[in-house]
Nanobody
């Protein structure tokens, strides 16, 4: 089993920054396809950023140049650095990963961008 726990969300003004963290515990060996999704009010959950199978990263166009996904393998933690935040970034952000063919999700952390 794998457990994912997100943290770091909150209220921030437009133009501000937040760093989300996703702590991975349990059977961390072999977990792959880790990434971040978000679900805005009234919308479906959608990909924000993820690691690719080739070792790279991918981002949805709307966050390119503003968000950065990274990881610290020693700490079993995945991060999402979010800069130049906009009101349209307001959403619940979820961490996800795949282990033994099953997708695992955290409980989400809420990000609100508002003045």
């Amino acid at each position: 089993q794998v457990q994912l726990v997100e943290s770091g969300g909150g209220l921030v003004q437009p133009g501000g920054s937040l760093r989300l963290s996703c702590a991975v515990s349990g059977s961390t060996t072999g977990i792959y396809a880790m990434g971040w999704y978000r679900q805005a009010p009234g919308k479906q959950r959608a990909l924000v950023a993820a690691f690719t199978s080739g070792g790279g990263t991918k981002y949805v166009d709307s966050v390119k140049g503003r968000f950065t996904i990274s990881r610290d393998n020693a700490k079993n933690t995945v991060y999402l650095q979010m800069n130049s935040l906009k009101p349209e970034d307001t959403a619940v952000y979820y961490c996800t990963g795949t282990w033994l063919g099953s997708d695992y999700w955290g409980q989400g952390t809420r990000v609100t961008v508002s003045s």
